[in-house]
């Protein structure tokens, strides 16, 4: 039996099976091979990391467990978690049953995509989500917004910081606010209703955007994606699950069922107004959420030494 089963090997999950594998704790960590940033060619910001190739970032720190003798790793999705009084039963999508004291889930989110032609094709190389992951590397350059909401609005007023020359597509009516309208134009931001033809792209480049026949001429553009949880395990464990789809928990990372611990981008408290979605708030996450797991299991140790 495992102390710990991890699920999802993204920044949180490997953050959290580093911490227990040097807390000596027999860890198997699976992962199903769909990270967030999958499609991203850099991940900025990430201390001492910063402009890493996101598939590097995690072979690195696949080969820092490696030293751990007591951690596994395993590429392969988890199919269903159940959860027992003293014992967690993890089966996996080849067929095999692993037992555990304690079960974390760092399964991440997924980004939902507007269906705009040539979105989905330079997600993570022209078309980004997150300033503070990307605009750094695009200051100055001829910035598109692509959204009819409020939060779009907001987004290319913040984008305003990075460059002078920021257009903001609605793809059909506006709907945002009047204070976000007044903010776009008091930061000179064009906002174009046309409906949006095709994000266009040149090796792997974001080239312009096209609407009424027109490219209008563009580096990289921002979207405000919803983001969907991963959530099916914690759902079909009965884990109390937030509007947004985060597994709710606790200041320990403790779910509402027992044995079972959730991290990463598809947790939260429920005073967060949101998850934290970089990669190294997960990472943190995940850390703290080991500690909390040994200090569990440690209880549960000396308890059960005393009989109690
Ligand atoms: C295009 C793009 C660019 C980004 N750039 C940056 C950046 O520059 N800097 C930054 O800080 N952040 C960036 N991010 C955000 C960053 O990717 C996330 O914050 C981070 O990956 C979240 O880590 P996580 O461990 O919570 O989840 P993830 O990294 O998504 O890892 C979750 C893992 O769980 C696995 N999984 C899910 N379900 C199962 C299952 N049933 N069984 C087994 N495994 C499962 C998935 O395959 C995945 O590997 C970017 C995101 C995107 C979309």
């Not at 490997?14 to 091979?33: E, K, T, W």
Request: aromatic share 6%; net charge negative.
């Amino acid at each position: 039996m495992y102390d710990v089963i991890v699920v999802g090997a993204g920044p949180s999950g490997l953050n959290a099976a580093l911490i227990l594998g040097r807390a000596l704790r027999r860890v198997l960590l699976v992962d199903s091979g769909e990270p967030r940033n999958a499609r991203a060619h850099a991940m900025n910001g990430f201390l001492s990391r910063d402009g890493i190739d996101p598939a590097e970032f995690r072979r690195i720190a696949r080969e820092d467990l490696a030293k751990y003798e007591t951690v596994t790793v395993r590429d392969v999705a988890v199919a269903s978690v159940s959860a027992g009084e003293e014992s967690a039963s993890v089966v996996l999508a080849d067929g095999t049953t692993e037992q555990a004291r304690s079960v974390l889930l760092t399964v991440g989110r997924r980004d939902r995509l507007p269906e705009v032609d040539g979105v989905a094709e330079l997600w993570g190389q022209g078309v980004y989500g997150c300033p503070y992951c990307h605009g750094f590397e695009v200051r100055g350059q001829k910035l598109a917004v692509l959204g009819a909401e409020t939060s779009a609005a907001h987004l290319a007023v913040q984008l305003t910081r990075y460059s002078s020359d920021v257009v903001l597509f609605t793809d059909g009516t506006p709907d945002f606010d009047e204070e976000a309208a007044a903010a776009l134009k008091v930061c000179e931001v064009e906002v174009r209703t046309e409906p949006v033809e095709q994000v266009t792209g040149a090796d792997g480049h974001l080239t312009g955007v096209r609407i009424g026949g027109e490219t209008i001429a563009r580096d990289a553009m921002f979207v405000k994606t919803p983001l969907d949880a991963h959530g099916e395990l914690a759902e079909a464990l009965g884990c109390e699950l937030m509007d947004d789809g985060s597994v709710r928990i606790d200041e320990h990372g403790h779910t509402s069922v027992d044995l079972i611990y959730a991290a990463g981008e598809a947790a939260r408290l429920p005073n967060w107004p949101s998850p934290w979605i970089h990669a190294i708030t997960s990472a943190a996450l995940g850390a703290m959420v080991a500690l909390s797991i040994d200090h569990d299991l440690i209880v549960a140790d000396v308890r059960s030494k005393f009989g109690m």
